[in-house]
């Protein structure tokens, strides 16, 4: 049942280190308005850690919130899950919210757990999909026994809860503009007792992970392309065409390339313009991770490969030949 006492929905707006909000609470707003609408049009709101509120306040119009509460306090600065899960907490009891949705980046899972042991909530991590049941209770979908199932759970305690894997949802370019509030919080952590110091920051630089983000075209290869020569070919033929390269999970698991770029159900999702899938043989625990691309592209030697189920452009072939042909030209 609705809980008479609990109303909106909370997001978590995380920033990295340089000041860039995640992509993920843009996915999450969208999909948040969507869940508002079938509660009646509900408030959507967000939290953010920051010293300069300014410079986000634009996109947090643009985008239609309908308040942010936001903490300007210098040790704020580094993440603390002491000290952000406090605040955001603080929010949460200002605000009573009817669910509380947070982005499944390494920050957002170890935040979120927190938040839900200290409201005695529940928390449905990892979501792959979120909606509204017909009692309008949050109904979270996401992979349970070790991907096998999709289990979709609802949470008897308000507020409810939910983490979503980045890459799941779609930023949809909307004019949702709004006149939103912008409320400054008071940070009272004086009685917390942060016991964990950053010593030092260690930036790991692998330019595939975050080009995977934002290709435009990506070059897939699976466990026809059997080994690494067949990846170097594949090398080859995605800087041909200006392509980033991923790979299937057994591919990954034959260390054929790094588990950063597995696309799937256990791995990234991904949304590309151009989805070039290369001797893949198109099982589902693979498509839900590429399925939302724009156009799909299938090379494979067995024509009742499933992967042409759900290409837009399909090619019977040996890859070596075709991927050799391109390289050539
Ligand atoms: C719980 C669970 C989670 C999983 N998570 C993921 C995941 O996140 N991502 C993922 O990818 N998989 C995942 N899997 C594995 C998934 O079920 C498939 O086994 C996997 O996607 C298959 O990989 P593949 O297409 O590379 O290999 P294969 O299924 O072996 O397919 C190889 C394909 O290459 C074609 N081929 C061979 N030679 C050539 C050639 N010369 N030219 C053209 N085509 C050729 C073959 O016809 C075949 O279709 C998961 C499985 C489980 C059980």
Redesign the pocket.
């Known amino acids: 049942m609705p809980n008479e006492n609990n109303s909106g929905i909370l997001l978590y707006a995380q920033t990295n280190r340089e000041g860039y909000i995640h992509t993920v609470f843009f996915e999450l707003v969208d999909k948040a308005k969507d869940l508002a609408q079938k509660l009646g049009a509900v408030d959507v709101n967000a939290v953010i850690f920051t010293s300069d509120i300014e410079k986000y306040k634009e996109a947090f119009q643009n985008m239609g919130l309908d308040k942010v509460f936001y903490f300007e306090d210098e040790r704020l600065k580094e993440y603390s899950t002491l000290y952000y899960s406090k605040l955001f907490i603080d929010v949460a009891k200002l605000t009573a919210p009817e669910i509380i949705l947070i982005g499944a980046t390494n920050q957002g899972r170890d935040l979120a757990p927190r938040i839900s042991s200290e409201l005695h909530t529940g928390l449905t991590a990892d979501c792959i999909e979120l909606d509204i049941n017909e009692k309008g209770l949050l109904a979270a979908t996401r992979?349970t026994?070790?991907?096998?199932l999709m289990a979709t759970i609802l949470c008897k305690t308000y507020p409810q809860m939910a983490t979503v894997r980045p890459g799941v949802f779609r930023v949809r370019s909307v004019d949702n503009k709004k006149d939103t509030e912008f409320i400054k919080m008071e940070s009272d952590l004086d009685s917390v007792d942060d016991k964990v110091k950053l010593l030092e920051f260690k930036k790991l630089i692998n330019a595939e992970i975050n080009d995977l983000d934002s290709a435009e075209i990506i070059v897939?290869?699976?466990?026809?392309?059997?080994n690494k020569q067949g990846f170097d070919l594949l090398k080859q033929f995605a800087d041909k065409i200006g392509a980033t390269v991923a790979?299937?999970?057994?591919?990954?698991e034959s260390g054929l390339a790094p588990r950063a770029v597995?696309?799937?159900?256990?791995?990234?999702t991904v949304h590309p313009k151009i989805y070039i899938?290369?001797?893949?043989?198109?099982?589902?625990?693979?498509v839900?991770?590429m399925e939302g691309s724009d156009h799909i592209i299938a090379?494979?030697?067995?024509p009742n490969?499933?992967?042409f189920d759900i290409a837009d452009t399909g090619i019977v072939?040996?890859?070596?030949?075709?991927m050799k042909k391109y390289i050539e030209n």
Request: proline share 6%; hydrophobic share 40%; glycine share 20%.
């Open positions: 992979p026994f070790g991907g096998q897939c290869g699976g466990m026809g392309l059997k790979a299937t999970r057994p591919a990954v597995q696309i799937g159900q256990t791995g990234k899938a290369c001797a893949v043989s198109g099982a589902i625990q693979h839900v991770g090379i494979n030697n067995d490969a499933p992967i072939g040996d890859v070596f030949d075709i």
